[in-house]
C-alpha cells in the first residue's frame, strides 16, 4: 500500500537513481499527513535497507530523511450517555444506508470506512459473518455478526451493491454524515468516528480481556490494542491501587 504511493516517475527508474533529494522532496509533499508520511517513510526505507545489504545500492537514500513529530495516541471515548445518544442518533437516521454503515461500525467495532465500503456480495447473513475482502492489513478478514445484526441487516433496502450507496450509486463520503449524525447525538464536534471504535474496544476488553479485544478489532498485535484502544481514566487507576495494599496484607478476597 505505501510502496504504491511512491511517485509514478519511480516507476521507470533504477533503484540507485533514486536519491536522499528525491525521497525528501516528496516526503515534504506530505506534511500536512505526517503519520501517513511517517508510514511511507519506513516502509520504503525497509525496502531500501534490504536493497543496500544484498549490495543492490551503495546506501540507503531514506537514512538522511527525518520523521515528522507525532502526537500521543487519541484517547477519546464515549460514555454510556454518548452511547445511547449516539445509537439513537443513528437510528433516527433518514438515510438508511448511512444509519445501516454506523451501526454496522457501532454493533462491530469496524472502522468506518469499511462499513461504507461494504459490499452486499461480502455479507453472508446465514452464517452470521461479514468478510473483508481487502481492509486495511491487506490480509482478508472475518467480521463475526451478532444475531441481532443480522435480523436489521435483512431489513436493509437493497439499492445496489454497497450497503449505504451515495446519491448516485457510488461509495459516499461518510463525513458529512458523521457530522449530521454527531450534532444529532448532541457530541462534542472532536468526536471522531475511530472513537467509537476505540470504545468498542474498550468495552469488549474490559468484558472479555485485551486478547478478545485484539481478536474483535482485528489487530496484527495485542501491543496495537493496548497502546492504542485501552485508555485507562482517574477512577480505573486509582481502584486499582486502592486493591494493592490489602491485596499485599492478605485482606483481599
Known amino acids: 500500500y505505501h510502496l504504491s504511493r511512491c511517485p509514478k516517475s519511480w516507476d521507470s527508474r533504477q533503484l540507485d537513481a533514486i536519491l536522499e533529494a528525491d525521497v525528501a522532496a516528496f516526503f515534504a509533499k506530505q506534511r500536512k499527513t505526517p503519520i501517513l508520511a511517517n508510514r511511507w517513510r519506513a516502509h520504503l526505507s525497509g525496502c531500501l535497507g534490504a536493497a543496500r545489504r544484498r549490495g543492490l545500492i551503495p546506501a540507503n537514500p531514506v537514512e538522511g530523511v527525518g520523521r515528522y513529530p507525532e502526537n500521543a495516541p487519541r484517547s477519546r471515548t464515549l460514555s454510556p450517555e454518548e452511547l445511547g445518544r449516539l445509537r439513537a442518533a443513528i437510528l433516527s437516521e433518514p438515510d438508511a444506508g448511512v444509519s445501516a454503515a454506523f451501526r454496522l461500525q457501532l454493533e462491530t467495532g469496524c472502522r468506518a470506512g469499511e462499513a461504507f465500503a461494504a459490499r452486499w456480495e461480502d455479507f453472508d447473513l446465514d452464517a452470521g459473518i461479514w468478510r473483508l475482502p481487502s481492509?486495511?492489513?491487506g490480509t482478508p478478514q472475518v467480521?463475526?455478526?451478532h444475531p441481532?445484526?443480522?435480523t436489521w441487516l435483512r431489513a436493509v433496502p437493497v439499492v445496489g451493491p454497497l450497503?449505504?450507496?451515495?446519491?448516485?450509486?457510488?461509495?459516499?463520503?461518510?463525513?458529512?454524515?458523521?457530522?449530521?449524525?454527531?450534532?444529532?447525538?448532541?457530541?462534542?464536534?472532536?468526536?471522531?468516528t475511530h472513537d467509537v471504535r476505540r470504545?468498542?474496544?474498550?468495552?469488549?476488553?474490559?468484558?472479555a480481556g485485551i486478547q478478545m479485544a485484539s481478536r474483535v478489532l482485528r489487530h496484527s498485535s495485542v501491543a496495537i490494542t493496548a497502546k492504542h484502544y485501552l485508555p485507562l481514566d482517574e477512577r480505573e487507576i486509582?481502584?486499582?491501587?486502592?486493591?494493592?495494599?490489602?491485596?499485599?496484607?492478605?485482606?483481599?478476597?
Open 135 to 137: 481492509p486495511k492489513s
Open 199 to 207: 470504545t468498542v474496544g474498550l468495552l469488549i476488553a474490559r468484558a
Open 143 to 145: 467480521v463475526f455478526l
Open 163 to 192: 450497503l449505504a450507496p451515495g446519491p448516485k450509486g457510488e461509495r459516499p463520503s461518510f463525513l458529512y454524515a458523521w457530522r449530521r449524525i454527531r450534532a444529532a447525538a448532541e457530541l462534542d464536534p472532536d468526536v471522531r
Open 238 to 253: 486509582r481502584g486499582a491501587i486502592a486493591g494493592l495494599l490489602p491485596a499485599m496484607s492478605g485482606e483481599a478476597k
Open 148 to 150: 441481532e445484526t443480522v
